[in-house]
């Protein structure tokens, strides 16, 4: 239906009489019959991360985000340095700004991200306390920020890379003050505070190292028979064209065997990992690329529809990727927000 009425808008369009299109940004440019598929045939939600500097500023941004995503993560704006002024003071001017946008255009927000090693305030890692006090700290913090965006946000992503690639737990600030136990307490205080949203272990790496992927997926099994309210697995995917498509199938069925939802929730494909200063991204590079995220849906797609939660790309354009410290070119729109090959690896894995 939807494709029998966007073929009527651009019949109309074309023969030059577009009232009752809806897309009124179009610029009076003809589409192709190639522009009428967008990402948002994935059979699953597909969403971006974005700067919200970007998205207050940059209209091809913009514009890329309302033909193609369904969903939205904030690159920055919701990380506890971004958020947190001081204790129980906040900035939400940029995360609102983020969420009502998303809201007008009827896009889903995912939550990214309420514990992290990084992108912590200088009053949380300066925080001397005991404790009970630390529990305290974590508590009001989960509190105020998911009750802030109760009912807004579909999901969000509780504990971010927890675990090292040898299995052990990270030594961050939370795991050194209150110890394991403050995975579990996060979810709690988490579901308290929003008891619909859908909560989210995120971390990367499983699709590289057994003993990250099987302390994880201990973990989250043995959360859900303690009855600890965790939905899903977030995979990050920052990979690069040189990752075997076995690996990723690997960590997707990992996390799917585990009953929860899984979420594609930051995949990138750099295509210079050796960091050469010469890199150049040439066709050969670019088909190599299309066929890592063609790859990775189609291993998303294996899993049953009920725990696919989507594939969440890790910005926009290569211009606005936090891969800069060296050339790179790793997402589905190049710098001036031109569709890649990789985008079109996308479209055929639907
Ligand atoms: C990155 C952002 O993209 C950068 O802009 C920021 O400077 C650092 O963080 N894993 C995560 C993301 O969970 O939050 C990180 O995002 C990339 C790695």
């Known amino acids: 239906m939807k494709q029998i009425i966007l073929f009527f808008c651009i019949f109309t369009m074309l023969s030059g009489a577009c009232s009752g299109c809806s897309d009124t940004e179009r610029e009076g440019k003809e589409e192709t019959p190639e522009d009428i598929r967008s990402l948002m045939d994935a059979p699953y939600p597909m969403g971006c991360a974005v700067n919200v500097g970007l998205l207050r500023s940059n209209e091809k941004c913009r514009q890329v985000i309302l033909k193609e995503m369904k969903s939205l993560t904030a690159e920055n704006a919701m990380k506890m340095e971004a958020l947190s002024l001081g204790r129980g003071e906040y900035n939400w001017t940029d995360a609102d700004y983020l969420v009502n946008f998303a809201a007008q255009n009827k896009i889903r927000v995912h939550g990214h991200t309420l514990l992290w090693h990084r992108a912590l305030p200088a009053w949380v890692s300066s925080f001397e306390g005991n404790r009970e006090e630390w529990i305290a700290l974590m508590r009001n913090y989960i509190k105020d ?187 589905l729109f190049d710098r001036n927000y031109a569709k890649k090959s990789a985008y079109y690896g996308l479209l055929e894995s639907f």
């Open 145 to 331: 920020v998911v009750g802030h965006f109760k009912g807004k946000l579909s999901g969000w992503d509780v504990v971010n890379e927890a675990f090292e690639d040898n299995g052990t737990y990270r030594n961050t600030v939370w795991y050194e003050h209150i110890g394991k136990e403050y995975i579990d307490l996060a979810f709690q205080f988490a579901h308290e505070a929003d008891p619909d949203a859908l909560l989210f272990y995120n971390d990367y790496g499983m699709e590289y190292s057994k003993a990250k992927r099987d302390a994880i997926c201990l973990m989250i099994k043995d959360m859900k028979q303690r009855n600890i309210p965790v939905d899903g697995i977030g995979l990050q995917m920052h990979i690069d064209m040189y990752r075997p498509k076995s690996d990723f199938i690997q960590a997707i069925q990992a996390a799917a065997s585990t009953g929860v939802k899984v979420h594609i929730s930051e995949l990138d494909v750099a295509v210079n990992p050796e960091k050469k200063p010469e890199m150049k991204f040439t066709a050969n590079v670019a088909e190599r690329q299309k066929q890592s995220y063609k790859g990775m849906s189609e291993a998303l797609q294996s899993i049953p529809v009920a725990q696919n939660y989507g594939l969440t790309v890790w910005g926009v354009s290569d211009a606005d990727s936090w891969l800069t410290a060296h050339p790179d070119w790793p997402l």
